[in-house]
């Protein structure tokens, strides 16, 4: 994670005069130049949208200087291949490192999710713009949880915070990295960021508040040494989150055999014993 100042009204600043900003790949490293050179508000077609929304946020000094350092964390931490940073930080993390707390996070990633920045990687029925669009049904209690908010940079990020040069670049570098991770044996985005937010709800989200009781699909297979018992539980669990709608064959059994790993299980079925002569 690329830290930052904690006196967010100097890390800007801090990061022009230092003259050294951290090593990201292309179309990032675009935007992150574009952004430090002339700040995150230079594109009009910002203010457009934001004011489409009935906001004047940017025209307050510490508000517009928030914004920056956010759009910056949010370039320093994407990955390419997701296009999404919540893997690495939840809201209060992202807080701490920026020096707001953790309701104003959210409340400019809303904001920015109704501008059309952000969306929400799974928003089911929902609409894009929904900014609680990515809260998802559990079945196996029936309660909604927001799995720590997997959000994924649009196409117009880029071309909002960096302007038209740089935010093509960005969209270029998406594509690249999309085709390099088909080819690689990835899956489409979906299914990456099916992985990501598993990996996000076993981790980060589970020791947060402690979501998944006693009779969750994870304690369940806990209970058993059975691998295939294991997997019709974690296939289960998936059918149940709507997988089995929206993943090829190929991407289902992947995020199926990554989930089994990391409950403890091998990814691939041992073979069967040979029968006795």
């Known amino acids: 994670m690329v830290a930052f100042h904690h006196r967010p009204e100097y890390a800007l600043e801090r990061w022009k005069k230092s003259g050294k900003p951290p090593k990201l790949p292309a179309g990032l490293a675009d935007v992150f130049r574009a952004v430090l050179k002339h700040g995150a508000r230079a594109n ?59 309701s104003t996070v959210s409340r400019w990633f809303s904001l920015l999710i109704k501008c059309g920045l952000l969306r929400h990687a799974f928003i089911g029925d929902n609409l894009a713009t929904d900014p609680r669009g990515g ?7 029936g309660q909604k949880r927001n799995l720590n908010n997997v959000y994924v940079l649009t196409d117009d990020f880029g071309t909002l915070v960096g302007g038209e040069t740089a935010g093509k670049k960005l969209c270029q570098e998406f594509e690249a990295e999309d085709k390099l991770a088909i080819q690689e044996g990835a899956g489409s985005l979906p299914a990456r960021l099916a992985i990501l937010r598993n990996t996000l709800w076993e981790g980060t989200i589970e020791r947060r508040n402690q979501a998944i009781g006693a009779s969750s699909t994870r304690q369940k297979v806990q209970q058993t040494n059975d691998r295939s018992r294991a997997l019709s539980l974690v296939v289960k669990k998936m059918n149940d989150e709507g997988l089995d709608s929206t993943l090829s064959q190929q991407e289902f059994e992947l995020t199926a055999n990554t989930r089994l790993k990391h409950l403890g299980f091998s990814p691939t079925a041992s073979p069967p014993e040979p029968l006795a002569a």
Request: net charge positive.
């Open 44 to 102: 009009g077609g910002l203010y457009y949208q934001l004011q489409r929304q009935g906001s004047t946020v940017l025209y307050r000094k510490d508000a517009a200087q928030t914004f920056d350092h956010l759009v910056l964390y949010m370039i320093c931490n994407t990955c390419l291949s997701t296009r999404s940073f919540s893997l690495r930080g939840t809201q209060s993390q992202i807080g701490e490192v920026i020096g707001k707390s953790q």
């Open 135 to 141: 809260l998802v049904h559990d079945k196996s209690d």
